[in-house]
């Protein structure tokens, strides 16, 4: 069965804190993506990796980074964690086709104070 | 880039009765249209898709049409059950890499 985790439900941060956010699938995908989700909004792209090491900008990549070491990890990085980043955060993993399935770990909602 | 628009935001139906959702995409070149549920408190899941040399796909109760013309496609859900209460979103992508541009969303409840 494959999975997509999540290293938190729910965080609770300080303005001005670095968060890291941790995704780890096991279905040795090489394409890892980052999303928020807001009401209203869907599901908008962060950032997307493609291969270790390889990233690139998704439609909202301001004030975030990403890092992808090992093939099955890909954490999110909030450099310095505003309010107006309190947010659903999804990752996801998918194959290398163009209409390969997208599959969602159970995200991260964060709270910036 | 790929703009996708999705109605309606919230949708209330009696079970037993059908439920429609629609969204239209901008970009000509998008042939990969996804339909996505996410239920309380889970990431979103596929639950159909449909591509863009296909007008219409069905799976049991869930079926999806395309319109490449008109650029619009829909997820239609027959004989709706408690269950199939959920945010549904739809997607489209052309992309190279399979990314995804995703709808705002319509929120499904389905009363008995």
């Known amino acids: 069965d494959v999975k997509v985790t999540q290293s938190s439900r729910y965080l609770v941060k300080r303005t001005g804190e670095k968060v890291f956010l941790e995704c780890v699938q096991d279905?040795?995908?090489?394409?890892m993506f980052w999303y928020r989700q807001d009401p209203g909004l869907g599901l908008r792209l962060i950032y997307f990796?493609?291969?270790?090491?390889?990233?690139e900008k998704g439609d909202i990549p301001e004030g975030y980074s990403v890092s992808r070491e090992k093939k099955e990890r890909f954490s999110l990085i909030l450099e310095s964690a505003s309010t107006n980043q309190t947010s659903m955060y999804l990752c996801?993993?998918?194959?290398?086709?163009?209409?390969?399935?997208?599959?969602f770990g159970p995200g991260t909602r964060l709270l910036v104070l | 880039g790929e703009n996708v628009e999705q109605h309606p935001s919230t949708l209330s139906v009696q079970e037993g009765d059908s439920a429609v959702i629609k969204c239209t995409y901008s970009?000509?070149?998008?042939?990969?249209f996804p339909w996505y549920k996410q239920e309380l408190g889970k990431g979103p899941q596929l639950i159909i898709d449909?591509?863009?040399?296909?007008g219409e796909k069905k799976d049991q109760r869930i079926a999806v049409t395309l319109n490449k013309t008109a650029k619009h496609f829909s997820l239609h859900i027959t004989e709706t059950q408690p269950e199939d209460s959920a945010v549904y979103f739809c997607?489209?992508?052309?992309?190279?890499?399979?990314?995804?541009?995703f709808g705002a969303g319509t929120q499904v409840v389905v009363t008995p």
């Open positions: 996801a993993s998918s194959g290398t086709s163009i209409r390969e399935t997208q599959y």
């Open positions: 279905m040795d995908h090489e394409n």
């Open positions: 990796s493609y291969d270790v090491k390889m990233k």
């Open positions: 970009d000509s070149a998008s042939n990969y």
């Open positions: 449909i591509r863009s040399n296909v």
């Open positions: 997607a489209a992508s052309g992309d190279s890499w399979g990314k995804l541009q």
